[in-house]
Nanobody, 125 residues
Framework: QVQLVESGGGLVQAGGSLRLSCAASGRTFSSYTMGWFRQAPGKEREFIGVISRFGSSTYYADSVKGRFTISRDNAKNTVYLQMNSLKPDDTAVYYC??????????????????WGQGTQVTVSS
């Protein structure tokens, strides 16, 4: 089992940047594909991106491609979400998630085994 804790959320102006972190504890971090999702009020949870176990592969939703970057440091048991050129539409609670399956290409929330508690990101116009 793994426990996930997100941090780094906050209030930022449109066009600004934030970096979210997701710290993991428990089993070997490199055993997990890591994903990021977000959920805005009244909307379904939305896939943002995913990174493979050793960071060699990433995939992003079209809505964030070119603006967001996922990276990981397995020595620190941490995955990051660098968010640039933020827009008001990026306002949401952001979640990291872990999956222990073999296939790293996980885009759906129900494919993930573990979730963090979320961190709020608010982008003002």
């Amino acid at each position: 089992q793994v426990q996930l804790v997100e941090s780094g959320g906050g209030l930022v102006q449109a066009g600004g940047s934030l970096r979210l972190s997701c710290a993991a504890s428990g089993r070997t971090f490199s055993s997990y594909t890591m994903g990021w999702f977000r959920q805005a009020p009244g909307k379904e949870r939305e896939f943002i991106g995913v990174i493979s176990r050793f960071g060699s592969s990433t995939y992003y939703a079209d809505s964030v491609k070119g603006r967001f970057t996922i990276s990981r440091d397995n020595a620190k048991n941490t995955v990051y979400l660098q968010m640039n050129s933020l827009k008001p539409d990026d306002t949401a609670v952001y979640y990291c998630a872990a999956d222990s399956g073999i296939n790293w290409y996980r885009r759906y929330a129900d494919e993930y085994d573990y979730w963090g508690q979320g961190t709020q990101v608010t982008v003002s116009s």
